[in-house]
């Protein structure tokens, strides 16, 4: 059985190369996301290149072997379902349940699992919008989505996903009511600007570009 350390290592991995396009995390990006030295992580890459659970090459960066992944998904499924079913069950906000599912995700056993996913009803994504791993690992395929930023004046649009998953902006955009499967749509977006303008129930919102690339939505002209 993976030690809570190599469980972490691997999901904080997977989340890496799946943010940028498949590419190799780096030891800096491991070491920040995880809050450790790096001189901590290049030992730990090569415990998990070892244990045959990752391949880490020196100045090129580290990605996850079959096994390594295996395992980074059966963690995030665990972490997922934690997050909705607090969610549902004990009227938790998005802002809070990260914390929480991260002290729980690695005590949980398959059975309790598989018994929260079947209480929620098999559900496809995480209060964020994040996709939820099947109990073989898989992933449903994802809808087409952009950025925010990315939809031009008239565009309607459905919150999808948030990426910014701080507890700080999750309270912000529980403030703006922009709350997942919201619907909007586009008033302004002037190119240079910076700024954007939506409305969501008839009301106004504007915000930063940079707010704005941080959720990912669905949206048709």
């Known amino acids: 059985m993976a030690s809570l350390t190599v469980e972490n290592y691997l999901k904080t991995i997977y989340q890496i190369i799946n943010g940028q396009d498949g590419r190799p995390a780096t030891t800096g990006q491991v070491s920040s996301a995880l809050g450790v030295a790096p001189g901590t992580v290049t030992s730990m890459l090569k ?14 960066g580290v990605v996850l072997l079959p096994a390594g992944e295996a ?17 549902r069950t004990l009227d938790m906000t ?13 005590a949980v056993s398959d059975l309790l699992v598989e018994r929260m996913d079947a209480f929620l009803g098999r559900p496809d994504v995480d209060p964020h919008g994040d996709p939820i791993p099947r109990t073989d690992g898989r992933l449903r395929e994802e809808p087409p989505t952009r950025t925010l930023a ?20 999750l309270r912000y955009l529980t403030e703006m009511g922009l709350t997942l499967g919201v619907a909007g749509t586009v008033a302004e977006n002037p190119h240079g600007a910076g700024v954007m303008l939506i409305h969501v ?3 106004p919102i504007a915000m930063s570009l940079e707010t704005a690339a941080s959720l990912a939505v669905s949206a048709e002209s």
Not at 48 to 57: E, F, T, V
């Open 47 to 60: 415990t998990l290149d070892a244990a045959q659970l990752a391949a880490h090459r020196p100045y090129e």
């Open 71 to 87: 395992l980074a998904l059966r963690v995030l499924r665990r972490h997922r379902l934690l997050e909705l079913f607090l969610m």
């Open 150 to 169: 990315e939809c031009g004046q008239g565009e309607t649009f459905t919150l999808a996903r948030v990426l910014d998953q701080s507890p700080e902006f």
């Open 94 to 106: 998005w802002d809070e349940v990260h914390d929480e599912a991260e002290h729980m995700e690695h």
């Open 201 to 203: 129930d008839q009301r």
